[in-house]
T-cell receptor, first 112, second 113 residues
Framework: GESVGLHLPTLSVQEGDNSIINCAYS??????FIWYKQESGKGPQFIID?????DKRQGQRVTVLLNKTVKHLSLQIAATQPGDSAVYFCAEGGWNTDKLIFGTGTRLQVFP | GAGVSQTPSNKVTEKGKYVELRCDPISGHTALYWYRQSLGQGPEFLIYFQGTGAADDSGLPNDRFFAVRPEGSVSTLKIQRTERGDSAVYLCASSSTENTEAFFGQGTRLTVV
């Protein structure tokens, strides 16, 4: 199948380590943010979201941090596993827009 | 329940031909989105439906692209006079309302030769 993100920034981590993927968003009016995971040949899969009235949100093994001052979003994955290998996209939306705008993506590679 | 379903999964067509791509959203989802994803890029917004109406079609690249959602459920993206530059993965997503979690289908990979 088609490979997603052949020329994307790549983060390589060892299995069991924590991963941090960063994203700079563009619109200061955005108030809703989502992280998606995309495996080759598949559509993006929702991981976690956060609204602008929060600066941190935790899920199962994942944490999203939002810094509105510098328009920065990060995704932390604890105890990274081989199944976490994929391309990760951040997306932003807001009260004044009806669509999500996606970032360029980061490829996460997990090696044993 | 079923997720977002897109058909066909792959479509190869000749330059100049007409194609239709179908999206079956999650039942009950009123918001439906079409995105296009080129190799190595994030998805790019094309059009958004709220119910039957196209609430925002600002992402459609030109008038060769058109989409409908006549009954507020299934949507069809139509591309006339296809060009090689139209080759991409076309993704459909649906959500219960706008600006909430959007669920994506697996996409249709369109190749124009």
């Amino acid at each position: 199948g088609e490979s997603v993100g052949l020329h994307l920034p790549t983060l390589s981590v060892q299995e069991g380590d924590n991963s941090i993927i960063n994203c700079a968003y563009s619109n200061s009016a955005s108030d809703y943010f989502i992280w998606y995971k995309q495996e080759s040949g598949k559509g993006p899969q929702f991981i976690i979201d956060i609204r602008s009235n929060m600066d941190k949100r935790q899920g199962q093994r994942v944490t999203v941090l939002l810094n509105k001052t510098v328009k920065h979003l990060s995704l932390q994955i604890a105890a990274t596993q081989p199944g976490d290998s994929a391309v990760y996209f951040c997306a932003e939306g807001g009260w004044n827009t009806d669509k999500l705008i996606f970032g360029t993506g980061t490829r996460l590679q997990v090696f044993p | 329940g079923a997720g977002v379903s897109q058909t066909p999964s792959n479509k190869v067509t000749e330059k100049g031909k007409y194609v239709e791509l179908r999206c079956d959203p999650i039942s009950g989802h009123t918001a439906l989105y079409w995105y296009r994803q080129s190799l190595g890029q994030g998805p790019e917004f094309l059009i958004y439906f709220q119910g039957t109406g196209a609430a925002d079609d600002s992402g459609l690249p030109n008038d060769r692209f058109f989409a409908v959602r006549p009954e507020g459920s299934v949507s069809t993206l139509k591309i006339q006079r296809t060009e090689r530059g139209d080759s991409a993965v076309y993704l459909c997503a649906s959500s219960s309302t706008e600006n909430t979690e959007a669920f994506f289908g697996q996409g249709t990979r369109l190749t124009v030769v």
